[in-house]
């Protein structure tokens, strides 16, 4: 009975139920040749109604690093979806091709724009209260949560894990309403000096509320243990970091969202 009862959650999401949430697949109008598949995790012990996190994904694509996010947020009385925003049919095999994928979405901001409200949209059709929500992201998803704030999107916030944090050449900077939170690594070797200078003068300019928390010891991609744990390389796990940061982010979704 049980394992009907789960396939009948299946086939009326068009999705694949997982252990803690559901996979999802959406698409541009419902239209487009290229169907998405995100990740779902209902709030816990909450209304319907509940608030809402976008999760952006690292370069490597929808991981389980995301979803394992969107499960923690939801035990937070969240409702949080993990977008896909190269689509399911586009999964990077290797750095090469995460680099490649990565690098069409940042040479092209609208249609990263468009992907990214495409999940806002999802997470309030499947109950996110369209008031109260956020937008997240991982490295290329950080910029991604970034991007929704330069973007004027109807968030709350968003909040950036160690992303890249410059905006696209030759765009004006216009008014940022959006809490902003950037969690960086001190030691992140992909963030020249002069990027996070320009970074914060574009803050300041955009009159935006945000703030910027620097981790010890701490490289890129510090949340994702997948990185490994070789600072040289550039790229690594720091589980001190990565504890803090979530903490930070607990803050700060309790302060924006009141939750």
């Known amino acids: 009975m049980k394992i009907l009862f789960a396939a009948i959650i299946c086939i009326a999401f068009t999705s694949c139920v ?11 109008n419902n239209f487009s040749s290229i169907i ?3 990740y779902f995790a209902k709030a816990k012990n909450t ?9 952006i994904h690292e370069w490597m694509g929808l991981t389980e690093h995301a979803k394992n996010s969107a499960d923690k947020l939801s035990a937070l009385g969240y409702h949080a ?10 999964r990077p095999k290797n750095i090469e091709e995460a680099a ?19 999940a806002i949209d999802e997470l309030i ?17 950080g910029t991604g949560a970034l991007e929704a704030a330069r973007a004027g999107f109807p968030v709350k916030g ?29 030691d992140d070797p992909y963030e020249p000096e002069q990027q996070i200078k320009d970074f914060q003068q574009e803050m300041r300019t955009a009159k935006a509320d945000w703030q910027m928390i620097y981790y010890a010891n701490a490289v890129h ?30 803050v700060f979704l309790k302060e924006v969202l009141g939750q």
């Open 221 to 250: 991609s510090f949340t994702n243990p997948q990185a490994g744990n070789d600072n040289s390389k550039g790229a690594a796990y720091n589980a001190v970091a990565d504890k803090r940061s979530w903490e930070h982010l607990k």
């Open 36 to 38: 998405l598949q995100g």
């Open 100 to 118: 490649q994928f990565a690098g069409k979405y940042k040479k092209d901001r609208a249609l990263y724009h468009a992907r990214i409200k495409l």
């Open 18 to 28: 997982s252990a803690q949430g559901v996979d999802i697949e959406y698409s541009e």
């Open 81 to 90: 979806f993990a977008a896909d925003i190269y689509g399911k049919n586009y």
């Open 47 to 55: 209304k319907d109604k509940a608030p809402g996190v976008v999760i």
């Open 158 to 186: 968003v909040v950036s894990f160690h992303g890249a944090l410059d905006k696209a050449p030759n765009e004006p900077i216009n008014p940022i309403k959006a809490k902003v939170l950037v969690l960086h690594g001190a």
């Open 125 to 141: 059709k499947l109950g996110a209260d369209p008031n109260q929500i956020v937008v997240m992201g991982y490295c290329f998803g």
